[in-house]
């Protein structure tokens, strides 16, 4: 059975990530193979939109193959890593740019490269299943298929906790951050999925959408922008464990577990993709920042503990946060000169920034 599937059906085309053992994780070619039928659909004038969904009952995508980037890491050179992430990329792009609606159906577990196939969308439904995620931090990489992108764009500094943390949200703080635009509850999927073979996006949404249950993050924003607006990782802890809050320090106690360098490269990621704009030009960024990734310890080693020996206990290197300098960090940012992604240069960046 093939990892992805295509099939259309009336005016409507579906992706269906199909590896529901490994939580729909994308291969390099699921995403070549994704790609191409998204070019060729946009040619076809028969499919009117196009519908993401993933196998299974446990999620949408759960991201890359990272057993896959940890043995490349450790025992190659990283080429295949970098060639992967460079047409992850592109297709997080085309994605965003697609002209015809785009939903995405981000039902269940959706991390990393889930959310790159998912929340570039025009159109990205959740439901009280969703538990969406950019976890890196806590392997040792830094978010990336245009994380730093959106989670620039939420509010105040939601954003820097979710990509700081990698904390995982369900569908009102979904919708609060950004990352998604209606809830459904998940027994109305199917229903939702053959409606859109024959109804405008809109007319399908109104049949199906509903409030989703209360989140968390509205009621903790006071002391998570007090917190996270700081300027170094070091102050964001400071303030979070001064504040005498519970769940401000449990975020404290969960930041001091990430990989320090990490940490601190995540942030100053989020801070540069606020002044970038365009997608295309963060994307970029992202993608020197990951074969950067590389070329750290940390990553190797972060994956090992989470994954792969799961013994949950990363040695990283450096230790703490106040041994990872500021040149350590600026590394992550150098150009790759002819080996650049290069999406800014061939895209029009000429999209507003809105904040």
């Known amino acids: ?102 939903v995405a159906v981000m039902d269940g577990i959706v991390m990393g490269g889930g959310v790159g196939v998912s929340a570039h ?70 229903s939702f999925v053959d409606d859109l073979a024959e109804l405008p996006v809109r007319e399908a949404l109104g049949r199906h959408v509903q409030e989703p249950p209360p989140g968390e993050l509205a009621g903790r924003r006071d002391w998570i922008d007090a917190c996270f607006r700081a300027d170094t990782v070091e102050e964001i802890v400071q303030r979070l464990l001064a504040l005498g809050d519970p769940a401000a320090k449990e975020t404290a106690e969960t930041l001091l577990l990430k990989s320090p360098t990490a940490l601190k490269v995540t942030l100053a990621a989020l801070r540069r993709a606020r002044r970038l704009g365009p997608l295309e030009r963060v994307l970029d960024q992202e993608y020197r920042v990951s074969c950067a990734c590389l070329r750290s310890p940390d990553l190797v080693e972060g994956i090992r503990a989470q994954v792969i020996d799961k013994d949950r206990r990363p040695a990283w290197s450096p230790a703490t946060l106040v041994e990872v300098t500021e040149a350590d960090v600026e590394r992550f940012f150098t150009h790759l000169g002819e080996h650049e992604l290069g999406l800014a240069a061939t895209s029009d960046t000429t999209e507003e920034v809105a904040w």
């Open 121 to 190: 969308g025009s159109v990205r439904v959740v439901t009280e299943r969703s538990r969406i995620a950019m976890p890196e931090t806590g392997i040792g990489f830094v978010p990336d298929v245009g994380g730093t992108y959106l989670l620039a764009l939420a509010p105040g500094e939601l954003g820097t906790h979710l990509a700081l943390t990698g904390a995982p949200v369900g569908a009102a703080d979904a919708l609060l951050c950004g990352l998604a635009d209606q809830y459904m509850p998940s027994a109305s999927l199917q």
């Open 1 to 102: 059975m093939s990892d992805v599937l295509f099939r259309t059906s009336g005016r409507a085309a579906r992706i269906s990530l199909n590896r529901p053992r490994a939580l729909n994780s994308l291969t390099h070619d699921m995403v070549l193979r994704i790609d191409a039928k998204l070019s060729e659909w946009e040619r076809d004038p028969a499919v009117e939109i196009v519908v993401i969904t993933g196998e299974g009952e446990r999620g949408l995508c759960v991201g890359g193959d990272i057993r896959a980037i940890h043995d490349d890491a450790r025992d190659a050179d990283g080429r295949a890593s970098a060639a992967f992430w460079r047409d992850e990329y592109r297709l997080n792009a085309r994605i965003a740019r697609y002209p015809k609606p785009y």
